[in-house]
C-alpha cells in the first residue's frame, strides 16, 4: 500500500484514478491553496528583511514551485506529506482519549522525557563504534526513556498523595534537565557534536525519506490499530475509571495501553515536529473535533481527520518555504484548523453558540410578553382600551377581541427597554400571537391559549416553591421566573400531582403574589 504511493517518477500518479478520487485530490488540493495563500503575509514580512531570524533569507515561491507542490510533483514532497499524514493522524486519534482523560499534557511529558534516551543512545552507541547519530538507536534510545517517563507518572500518581498534574510536571522536568545536561557531554565529545540531535528537539520534516516515511506509517498504523481494538474499554476509562474497575476491566493496564500508544506515536513524531511541539498534535486536532460533535466515535475519527489534513497542509508550506521550521509549519496549521472549528464548529462552535444564546434569549423575551398580556387582560388593568376591570382572561376569547394594553402597560411590568419591547411584539405579531394597534397590543386566539399556558405552568411552579421549598411569596416570582421557561409537560404534570389540582381544560390558578401596584405576576 505504501510503495506505488511513494514510486519515484517524474510526476504523481494516483493509485485510484475513479471519479471520487479526483474529488477527493482536488479538495485537498484547494484546502492546501487556501492554507498556503493565508501564510502570505508570514512570507512576505520575512521577504521584507534580508536575513530571517535563523540568518536566511525566505523568498516567494515562484509558480513553477507552487505547481510543483500542489501537485505533488516531487518524490520527497509525496514521501513527506505522506509521513506527516499519518503521523497526523494517529496522534489525533490518540490525543482524543487523552483529551478526554483530562492528561492533555501526557504528550508533552513523555516527548520531553525521551531527550535523555536520544542523548544516552548517542553516546552509547559512539562509545561502541556504531553511528551514533543511526535512527533505528536513537529511537530505541527514546523508546526505553519514554517508557520509563510513563514508569515515574504512574508511581506518583498510584503511590502518592500527588495529584496526575504533579507527576506530569515531575517527569516533564526531571528528564528534559537530565536530557539537557546530557546533551552538553554529547556537545564536548571528540567523536561527534549534538548537530544532528536538534532535529529531534526542533523538527526536520526535509529530511524525511522513504524508510522513515515507512517507519513511521508502521508505528502510526500500530496505534490505530491499538485505538480501534480497545476503543470501548479506553472510552468507558476516560468517562468513568471507577467504573470500569468495578466491571472487572483491568484499569491500570488499560492506563499503561494508553500511555504507551502515545510514547510510540511520540517517539516517531520526534523527527517531523519535534519533541517540543509534538503535544501539539495530540491536543490541537482533538480540541479542534470537540467543537463538532458529542458523539465520541465521531470525535476520534473528526481529530484522527483534523490532524491528517494539519500535516498535509503543513508539510507542504514546508516544502514551499523550506527555511521556515517545519514543525511549526505543521502545528500552525493545525490551529488553524482548530481555529475554524472554535468559530464554525455545529456543536460548541461560536457561531452556533451565539445563535442559540440569541434564540433562547428571544423565546424568553416573547413567553415574558404573552404572560405580561394575559396577566394584564386577567386584571382588567386600568390602561386597557376594553371595558375597565373585567376579568379579561377568566373569560373566553370572544369577550378578549376589543380589549388591547398600552405600551406603557407593558413598560410598567418588566424592565425592558422600549426598542426591545417593540422588536419583541414584531416577532410575536409574525407568528400571528398577538396584534398591533395605535399604541396598544392585543391577544389573537393563538397568543391567549399560548399565554394561558404560561401564566398556568408560572403559577404552578410559584405555589410549588412556596408550598414545598418554602420560598417566601415576596421572592417567589423571581425564583420562578428563572425556571419557568425549561419546565416540560411531563414536569408540569408531576407539579399538578403534587399539588393536587387537576385541570380541566385551562384552569389558571390565581397569583399567591401580587406586585406593589397591585397587578400580578
Given at each position: 500500500?505504501?510503495?506505488?504511493?511513494?514510486?519515484?517518477?517524474?510526476?504523481?500518479?494516483?493509485?485510484?484514478?475513479?471519479?471520487?478520487?479526483?474529488?477527493?485530490?482536488?479538495?485537498?488540493?484547494?484546502?492546501?491553496?487556501?492554507?498556503?495563500?493565508?501564510?502570505?503575509?508570514?512570507?512576505?514580512?520575512?521577504?521584507?528583511?534580508?536575513?530571517?531570524?535563523?540568518?536566511?533569507?525566505?523568498?516567494?515561491?515562484?509558480?513553477?514551485?507552487?505547481?510543483?507542490?500542489?501537485?505533488?510533483?516531487?518524490?520527497?514532497?509525496?514521501?513527506?506529506?505522506?509521513?506527516v499524514t499519518v503521523l497526523g493522524a494517529a496522534a489525533g486519534l490518540v490525543g482524543s482519549f487523552t483529551l478526554l482523560r483530562k492528561r492533555a499534557l501526557l504528550g508533552d511529558a513523555l516527548s520531553h522525557a525521551t531527550l535523555p534516551g536520544l542523548a544516552l543512545a548517542f553516546i552509547v552507541a559512539s562509545g561502541l563504534g556504531m553511528d551514533g547519530k543511526s535512527l533505528p538507536i536513537l529511537l530505541f534510545g527514546a523508546?526505553?526513556?519514554?517508557?520509563?517517563?510513563?514508569?515515574?507518572?504512574?508511581?506518583?500518581?498510584?503511590?502518592?498523595?500527588?495529584?496526575?498534574?504533579?507527576?506530569?510536571?515531575?517527569?516533564?522536568?526531571?528528564?528534559?534537565?537530565?536530557?539537557?545536561?546530557?546533551?552538553?557531554?554529547?556537545?564536548?565529545?571528540?567523536?561527534?557534536?549534538?548537530?544532528?540531535?536538534?532535529?529531534?528537539?526542533?523538527?526536520?520534516?526535509?529530511?524525511?525519506?522513504?524508510?522513515?516515511?515507512?517507519?513511521?506509517?508502521?508505528?502510526?498504523?500500530?496505534?490505530?490499530?491499538?485505538?480501534?481494538?480497545?476503543?470501548?474499554?479506553?472510552?468507558?476509562?476516560?468517562?468513568?475509571?471507577?467504573?470500569?474497575?468495578?466491571?472487572?476491566?483491568?484499569?491500570?493496564?488499560?492506563?499503561?495501553?494508553?500511555?504507551?500508544?502515545?510514547?510510540?506515536?511520540?517517539?516517531?513524531?520526534?523527527?517531523?515536529?519535534?519533541?517540543?511541539?509534538?503535544?501539539?498534535?495530540?491536543?490541537?486536532?482533538?480540541?479542534?473535533?470537540?467543537?463538532?460533535?458529542?458523539?465520541?466515535?465521531?470525535?476520534?475519527?473528526?481529530?484522527?481527520?483534523?490532524?491528517?489534513?494539519?500535516?498535509?497542509?503543513?508539510?507542504?508550506?514546508?516544502?514551499?518555504?523550506?527555511?521556515?521550521?517545519?514543525?511549526?509549519?505543521?502545528?500552525?496549521?493545525?490551529?488553524?484548523?482548530?481555529?475554524?472549528?472554535?468559530?464554525?464548529?455545529?456543536?460548541?462552535?461560536?457561531?452556533?453558540r451565539w445563535h442559540r444564546r440569541y434564540s433562547v434569549n428571544r423565546r424568553i423575551r416573547r413567553q415574558h410578553l404573552l404572560r405580561g398580556l394575559y396577566e394584564l387582560l386577567e386584571l382588567g388593568a386600568s390602561g386597557a382600551s376594553g371595558e375597565s376591570g373585567a376579568s379579561g382572561a377568566s373569560g373566553d376569547h370572544a369577550t378578549l377581541k376589543s380589549k388591547s394594553i398600552s405600551i406603557d402597560q407593558l413598560m410598567?411590568?418588566?424592565?425592558?427597554?422600549?426598542?426591545?419591547?417593540?422588536?419583541?411584539?414584531?416577532?410575536?405579531?409574525?407568528?400571528?400571537?398577538?396584534?398591533?394597534?395605535?399604541?396598544?397590543?392585543?391577544?389573537?386566539?393563538?397568543?391567549?391559549?399560548?399565554?394561558?399556558?404560561?401564566?398556568?405552568?408560572?403559577?404552578?411552579?410559584?405555589?410549588?416553591?412556596?408550598?414545598?421549598?418554602?420560598?417566601?411569596?415576596?421572592?417567589?416570582?423571581?425564583?420562578?421566573?428563572?425556571?419557568?421557561?425549561?419546565?416540560?409537560?411531563?414536569?408540569?404534570?408531576?407539579?399538578?400531582?403534587?399539588?393536587?389540582?387537576?385541570?380541566?381544560?385551562?384552569?389558571?390558578?390565581?397569583?399567591?403574589?401580587?406586585?406593589?401596584?397591585?397587578?400580578?405576576?
Open positions: 500500500m505504501i510503495r506505488p504511493f511513494l514510486s519515484r517518477g517524474t510526476g504523481f500518479q494516483p493509485v485510484n484514478r475513479s471519479s471520487q478520487a479526483g474529488s477527493l485530490c482536488h479538495a485537498l488540493q484547494t484546502m492546501v491553496f487556501l492554507f498556503l495563500f493565508s501564510m502570505a503575509p508570514v512570507a512576505c514580512t520575512a521577504q521584507s528583511s534580508t536575513e530571517s531570524i535563523a540568518g536566511r533569507s525566505v523568498t516567494w515561491p515562484t509558480p513553477s514551485q507552487w505547481r510543483r507542490v500542489v501537485l505533488l510533483e516531487d518524490y520527497n514532497t509525496r514521501v513527506v506529506l505522506f509521513g523508546t526505553l526513556s519514554g517508557l520509563l517517563g510513563v514508569a515515574v507518572v504512574l508511581i506518583v500518581r498510584s503511590q502518592t498523595r500527588l495529584k496526575e498534574d504533579a507527576g506530569l510536571g515531575i517527569a516533564l522536568s526531571v528528564f528534559f534537565g537530565a536530557g539537557m545536561a546530557l546533551l552538553g557531554v554529547v556537545q564536548q565529545m571528540d567523536t561527534g557534536h549534538a548537530a544532528g540531535l536538534e532535529s529531534f528537539i526542533y523538527g526536520k520534516t526535509a529530511s524525511m525519506n522513504a524508510n522513515d516515511a515507512n517507519l513511521i506509517a508502521a508505528a502510526s498504523l500500530i496505534g490505530i490499530a491499538g485505538c480501534l481494538f480497545l476503543f470501548k474499554e479506553f472510552k468507558l476509562l476516560c468517562f468513568d475509571e471507577s467504573f470500569a474497575g468495578s466491571r472487572g476491566m483491568p484499569v491500570l493496564g488499560l492506563d499503561l495501553a494508553l500511555m504507551s500508544l502515545v510514547v510510540l506515536v511520540t517517539i516517531v513524531g520526534l523527527q517531523a515536529v519535534g519533541l517540543i511541539l509534538v503535544v501539539a498534535l495530540f491536543v490541537t486536532p482533538a480540541a479542534a473535533a470537540r467543537f463538532w460533535t458529542e458523539k465520541m466515535w465521531v470525535t476520534a475519527w473528526l481529530a484522527a481527520l483534523i490532524g491528517g489534513v494539519g500535516g498535509v497542509l503543513g508539510g507542504a508550506a514546508s516544502a514551499l518555504f523550506p527555511r521556515l521550521p517545519s514543525g511549526a509549519m505543521i502545528v500552525l496549521a493545525s490551529t488553524t484548523l482548530f481555529g475554524c472549528s472554535m468559530l464554525f464548529g455545529t456543536e460548541r462552535g461560536l457561531l452556533v410598567a411590568i418588566r424592565s425592558w427597554s422600549k426598542r426591545q419591547l417593540w422588536r419583541t411584539i414584531r416577532s410575536a405579531a409574525r407568528e400571528e400571537l398577538v396584534t398591533i394597534g395605535e399604541q396598544a397590543i392585543g391577544l389573537t386566539r393563538a397568543g391567549y391559549v399560548e399565554g394561558a399556558r404560561l401564566t398556568r405552568q408560572h403559577r404552578l411552579w410559584e405555589l410549588y416553591l412556596i408550598t414545598h421549598a418554602e420560598v417566601a411569596a415576596s421572592r417567589v416570582d423571581r425564583d420562578a421566573d428563572a425556571i419557568e421557561h425549561v419546565l416540560g409537560p411531563d414536569m408540569i404534570d408531576e407539579l399538578e400531582t403534587l399539588l393536587e389540582q387537576r385541570p380541566v381544560e385551562i384552569a389558571v390558578p390565581e397569583s399567591p403574589h401580587t406586585t406593589s401596584d397591585g397587578v400580578a405576576t
